[in-house]
C-alpha cells in the first residue's frame, strides 16, 4: 500500500480539491499548481505508489482512469485541439506524489515531449 499521500486526503476529504469526476473506482480534481490552461489530474481511489506497483488485479481501475481522463478531456473542451495523458514515475521521471495519476493537460499547444537537458 502507498504511504499516506496529499491525494489520500483528498479522497477522504480532509482536504479540499476542485473535484471534476468521481466514482467509486477514481477520483479527478484540478491541479494546484497547474502546468496548462487545463491541468486535472485523475487518481485511482485505491493507493497505487507507482506505475511500477501496478498489479494484475489493478487493470480495471487504471482502465477506468484512462477512459475518465479521455472524458474529461471531452468535458473540459480540450479533445477537439488535442491533449496530453502522462504518468510519471519515481525520481528520474518526474513524480511528485506517490500515488499514482494520470495528469490531463492542454487549452494550448503543449510542444515538444521532451526538451533538450
Known amino acids: 500500500m502507498a504511504e499516506d499521500t496529499i491525494?489520500?486526503?483528498i479522497i477522504r476529504r480532509e482536504l479540499p480539491a476542485d473535484i471534476v469526476y468521481e466514482d467509486e473506482l477514481v477520483i479527478a480534481f484540478r491541479?494546484?499548481?497547474p502546468q496548462a490552461p487545463?491541468?486535472?489530474?485523475v487518481?485511482?481511489?485505491k493507493p497505487i505508489a507507482t506505475a511500477d506497483h501496478i498489479g494484475e488485479e489493478?487493470?480495471?481501475?487504471?482502465?477506468?482512469?484512462?477512459r475518465i481522463a479521455a472524458?474529461?478531456?471531452?468535458?473540459e473542451g480540450i479533445s477537439g485541439e488535442g491533449y496530453r495523458l502522462i504518468i510519471n514515475c519515481r525520481e528520474h521521471g518526474g513524480q511528485e506524489v506517490y500515488?499514482?495519476?494520470?495528469?490531463?493537460?492542454?487549452?494550448r499547444p503543449l510542444g515538444r515531449m521532451l526538451g533538450s537537458s
Open 7 to 9: 491525494f489520500g486526503k
Open 31 to 33: 491541479d494546484i499548481n
Open 38 to 41: 487545463t491541468h486535472v489530474l
Open 43 to 45: 487518481c485511482p481511489k
Open 58 to 66: 489493478d487493470e480495471a481501475v487504471m482502465g477506468r482512469a484512462l
Open 71 to 75: 472524458q474529461v478531456a471531452r468535458n
Open 99 to 107: 500515488h499514482l495519476h494520470v495528469h490531463v493537460l492542454g487549452g
